[in-house]
């Protein structure tokens, strides 16, 4: 434990990602394997499911601390962030624990969903007494599993490489799918050999945004062209007779979309499928909140299951008849995929044909009357590569929505951007009233997010809780991908993605846009 | 004592306590900017703080200082300035009227400061505190504790070839670090004013002090390789330093933490308490909920740092 909260507070110390990987590998190679596969499985987001409720766990800091339980209100506002409120607010440590990290998982962190609410307050006060400070924070980050360090998956996977001398896509590979954290994983991860993981989906290829004018990309034969879904990235794989589908987020998502499982079982052996799960009726996508309808839900009943029928929008084929044909060319991957035997829950992306970038401008309109994003460009001859890479593939989205709407409320954000107003609620003209239209948090520069701050705390007009509500000065330009009627929202409008534009400080509250305006995009 | 525009006011002593605005007679706790302005007709300061409130007023000004605990006669209150412990010359100023005493106590501390004379309690009847740092999750660790980090952060830099940018307030912060710095670690250069020197060529690794407003400029950048640290109390809390972009942060502060606010109204034995910077509304909430009679006093400037 001594050794990780080093660890947390060296990654937390820099912004240097080549710094952040020395002090993981430095961490790595001294720890126990045990400990090695625990800080991995943190490190990677994973998380052991929920112990205990938060509420909870301030209660008993609280009485620890010996102090109101107001007083953990203001202190969380003020800090931001709940596992350092509480290591900030306990009692001066008297002790340091030299007990090693999965000890402090297995024997005191884990038992804990088991017991009762007692014993659990009596074990926390205890552990939380045999740390020093920085042992106490880490800890309850590992307690609550809200684990961000600002190290990405990427660089985690970088340390493990130098660290056992591998290549990082195998490391990649290997840390993909379900395993469990134990000295054997670690030994496994590292090992020279691995042994086969019969549900293990390959490493996410992702695209980035087109930055330049599309006809830099050079001749437009070289490029395969499709049409950009709105859904949840997935892998659909056979083997061994069995079918996985896994998101993104590396999730097993078999049993949400037994359609798709279906398709799956269908596929012959040693097949790896790399697509969109999409909410699909009569040849179109459905709006992304009808999936999200589905996603919610535990059990999926006959009504969802007709109402929001999904599919799986093939575009990639990663494995076939067994062998890993990542690095064969697109085309080649492209001509297999076309010769998978199909049913109504597996359909395959079409290729968009344009005979020039002007042509493909044009098609690109139709974008939103197809309910897609903009295109995806991917080189014919290109390798299905690891994680977010320049070059092969990129994104071309369509130009988001934009309307000008007016700060109306604020509230402090969380982590780096507690006690700051940077969470802000933007109103549009509704006769002569500004209605709540959208949230957004993001988009403004550091240097904006401070003359904001300064702007809500010197025009507030009234105090709800941490929500100020603000003068109706500043006015802002707003995007969003999609747009949609909703009975649960004040103006009557859902959008998706809001973010904050810019700043239009050459614009008065009164220029901000109207409802009716925005209903008219609907 | 009374709340004007222009600041704290002393009607019997027809005086203000570092005011906002120009004024006939101002008495000053220490020469922060948030506290000592320049254009008032007179200034009365500590003996020791008076050569960093000339440097704010200006030659011309009419400053008269005071040693700490001798009483003036200022109309017809009593007025004597006592050790504040927050910057060198800082000072608590009491006020004796009719019977009654005021302390209004400015910025102070109550850790060793190896550049000030330590902070006084003084007995009054009503005590006005700043609560920069009032939330209970402000705690400082002893200096000597921080050095150590900061002298260990410093080592590893020179040993990795790399400059030490560490960021003070200037008035008072600074010369308090340099005060406690270990010198055989490595060359020292202090900034202090604008515009800041420039980096020479050949130069080995250095700590350099320089204020906060320096902080990812084009003057900073030139010292690259360089790591980058502030010495602030709100270095407690890991968002503010990671919202600065800065490696690392050391806590070492010139206000009271949480329990030296306490202590340090306890040793009053004020039976009113004014609140006055920072978090006003929870010590205030706190005092109230422990026996005592306690207000917020809002006050023009807030320094962030």
Redesign the interface.
Known sequence: MKAFAELYAALDETTKTNEKVAALQRYLSAAAPEDAAWAVNFLVGRRPKRLLESRKLAEWAIAEAGVPDWIFGECFQAVGDFAETIALLLPPAAASTNLPLHYWIEQRLLPLREADDETRRAWLVSAWREMDEGQRFAWNKLLTGEFRVGVSQNLVVRAIAETGGLAPEVVAHRLMGDWLPTAEFWRQLLATEAAADISKPYPFFLAYPLEGPVEELGEIGAWQVEWKWDGIRAQLIRRAGHTFLWSRGEELITDRFPEIEAAGAALPEGTAIDGEVLPWQGGAPLPFAQMQRRIGRKALGKRILSEVPVVLMAYDLLEWEGRDIRERPLEWRRAQLESVPRDAALVLSPAVEAGSWEELRRLREESRARKVEGFMLKRRGSPYRVGRRRGDWWKWKIQPYSVDAVLIYAQPGNGRRASLFTDYTFGVWDGGKLVPFAKAYSGLSDEEIREVDAFVRRNTLERHGPVRMVKPELVFELAFEGIQRSPRHRSGIAVRFPRMARWRRDKKPEEADSIDTIRGLL | MELRPNGLYCAPGDFYIDPWEPVERAVITHAHPDRAHPGSRAYLTARAGESLLRAVVGPEALVEAAEYGHSLKLGGAAVSLHPAGHIPGSAQVRVEYDGEVWVVSGDYKLEPDPTCAPFEPVRCHTFLTEATYG???F?WPPPAETMASTHAWWRANQEAGKNSLLYANPVGKMQRIVAMLDRSIGPVEQVTGLPAPERQAGDLPRLVLAPPSLHNTPWSRQFAPASTALAAGWM?????R??R?L??GFVLSDHADWPSLLRAIDATGAETVGVTHG?R??LV??LE?HGRRAVAVDARFESDL
């Open positions: 939330l209970p999750i705690r407690r809390i890991r968002g503010t990671r919202r972009a490696d690392r978090f509304g929870p909430r706190w909920e």
